[in-house]
């Protein structure tokens, strides 16, 4: 039998990248193309009081300068699909230091860049408020959060009852910086009008809302747009939303009467696609001495633009993580000068489980109870919150497991007593969580007479595999060799896809996929069946196995016919079927989550306080695999990201002036290649009939969640000194 899925395998998109013939979006050749250069704001409050443009107007080459005084009517974006809702090029006003306030376009990139040098601006600077603390003054407590789809309080019990109860209590402020995404690719757009029909080429994690949010600004209908994105060079959140630099491109290509490509700047990553908030965490764990939690209360403080509402939501983990009676979790907001923060890679859950578990290992400490010990005493069984049991939960063997690769019975509990010559050992573990979703995607299968096979689909490659686990699973459907496949996607001239994010393409579009393939084979079944002419008339068919592109008789696979040999003899080219995943009531009784345990052994030089992982193993479950290879890569990058996430990145906004210092890669510091350490990562196996039709889990939020609060720990290992502030830096030890 052909089966492929849970292989291996090379990525099928590998050889077009490597050799550069793979075209991301500031690659698409354009005839007559024209180039953008955003005007941003040098301020972070104020008004513009005076605006120049005349000297840009006239330079060499310069096809327009769109600014509020000559831009167009068109409609302003809302927040979601929007990134954020402030209006664009409306009026003379300021909110933050990088506003995009116009548009230089010229016949080429040099002429645009130098133009918007040209461009002078007054401003009358009035006081912005950029201090976390002076904006939680101010402050706020919310209805609802992410967007207004969940409930900002929420309790159960009586946590004041907890607090009786509680014979052990850890009461501790945790902290997360501004963070930043840093995409291989900065975002882009390129727009080619055609009388009233727009294409679109952009950087998006969703063709299809990218479409739909273009359409209400031009007010234009949906179908006149075609948005295209078939490569992306990471996402992690930054291009799920549409921002001001895309309609502002939109905009000039219609203004000029030109195509014009905009690509942001490094540098201006940092002010035009959002960011992860910082926060600060108040977290309460009560106990008994036998180390059953009585209380969690878990208030969370984080910051907003002035005209949006998106907190980072860090207790969404909390809720549902342990068994506990008594749990208060909630948020205050406050606003500052910067704009609107946005999803970034396991938003809530990465920054929310580093205080969480941060918080567990404080108790673990103070009970003399061993880590793990403390998290099975309090599992999970059902979803607290709920009450609904989960789909599956394998979070029990991902430490058993974990512990056994890691060498954790070595561990000396007591801290600081571990060392290396100058470096201090240390040895620290996290839970990690993330949910389990699935939303409603469609897919097309066409079987062509001359032996090919192709699936299409509206969905998104952040160079995460899709090109690949999709060919998978088709092929193993159909039952037929991977090089007979071939997977489309990025495109809304394709089947309706929901946008890459939260995890769930692998199991939103896989199980599109995997439907349609089957409506597929059974279309040519049906055929086949009824044929006379066919070695297969009248057949059962359960009785029938698809293996080699051929169609056979179970019991005797001699007897048998290809795909290719059924439509040749009824005279068609190709047959079509399509298939969705949607989500069915049963699903709705469970509780759906991926689980895992990270292991961390940190060396930390006890004279310059540097801090190094030495090595790390993750285990994980997380349902079905489609592609061991790709999911390990996935859990690496997702690990590195939760290195930096705890020792490097934070971005430094200027106390004064809302400018952000560090807008590159020389100054906001990331993992390189001697920054990451020898990486252990398996998956417990796991079979989940009720999370979709695929039993697939997502990873690649989840592989973050949790590395940064086990480093944390281990830190506290090796030298008996808690760091509640990330980054940990060697200043702060």
Known sequence: MNKVIGKPINRVDGKLKVTGSARYTADIPIENLTYGVLIESTIAKGKITKLETTIAETAPGVLAVITHRNVPKFNQITFFPGGQSLPI????????????????????????????????VEYKIEQ?????????????????????????????????????????????????????????????????WEDDRLTLYDTTQGVFSTQGAIAKVFDIPPENIRVISQFLGGGFGCKAMVWSHTILTTLAARYVQHPVKLALTRAQMYTSVGYRAPTRQHLSLGATKNGKLTLIKHIGETITSP?????????????????????????????????TPTFMRAPGKAPGMFALESAMDELSYAL?????????????????????????????????????????????????????????????????????DTFPATAKVTIYNRGKFLVESATHDLGTGTYTVMTQVAAEVLGVSLEQVEFKLGDTNLPLAPLTGNST?????????????MNARNKILEIAISDSDSPLYQAEPEKIIFDSGKLLLQNNPTVGESYQEILTRHGWENIEAVGSSLSKQEQ???????????????????????????????????????????????????????????????????????????????????PVQLDVPDIQVQFVEEEDPHVNALGTKGIGELSVVGVAAAIANAVYHATGKRIRDLPITPDKL
């Not at 345990?597 to 540097?610: C, H, P, T, Y």
């Open 89 to 120: 090029l409306q009026d003379e006003n300021i909110y933050y230091q990088g506003q995009h306030i116009g548009i230089v376009v010229a016949e080429t990139l040099e002429q645009a860049q130098y133009a918007a040098t040209l461009v002078k």
């Open 128 to 192: 912005p408020t950029i201090d976390i603390d002076e904006a939680l003054k101010q402050g706020y407590e919310p209805e609802k959060i992410f967007g207004g789809m969940l409930p900002a309080h929420i309790f159960r019990g009586d946590i004041n009852s907890g607090y009786s109860q509680a014979e052990v209590l850890v009461e501790q402020t945790y902290s997360t910086p501004m963070e930043n995404h840093n995409p291989i690719e900065p975002s882009a757009t390129l727009a080619v």
């Open 307 to 339: 005209f949006d509402e998106f907190p980072e939501p860090v207790t969404l983990t909390t809720n549902m993580m342990y068994a506990c009676p008594n749990l208060d979790t909630k948020y205050y907001i406050g606003r500052i000068n910067a704009g």
């Open 368 to 436: 003399e109870l061993d880590p793990i010990e403390l998290r099975l005493r309090n599992h999970a069984d059902v979803d607290p919150g709920t009450g609904h049991r989960w789909s599956s939960k394998s979070l029990k063997e991902c430490y058993q497991r974990g512990a056994e690769i890691f060498g954790w019975k070595h561990r000396n509990p007591k801290p600081a007593s571990m060392s290396n010559g100058d470096s201090l050992i240390g040895l620290g573990m996290a839970s990690a969580t993330f949910p389990a």
């Open 505 to 517: 393409t692998a199991s939103s579009v896989g199980s599109a996929v995997q439907a349609a393939a």
């Open 588 to 670: 709705q009784k469970y509780a759906k989550h991926s689980f895992g345990a990270v292991f961390v052994e940190v060396r930390v030089d006890r004279l310059l306080g540097e801090v190094r992982v030495a090595r790390c193993v993750g285990v994980y479950g997380a349902g079905r695999i489609l592609n061991a290879k790709t999911a390990r890569s996935q859990m690496i990058g997702g690990i590195t990201w939760g290195i930096g996430m705890a020792l490097m990145e934070h971005t430094v906004m200027s106390p004064h002036y809302g400018r952000i210092l560090n807008h590159n890669l020389s100054d906001y510091l990331i």
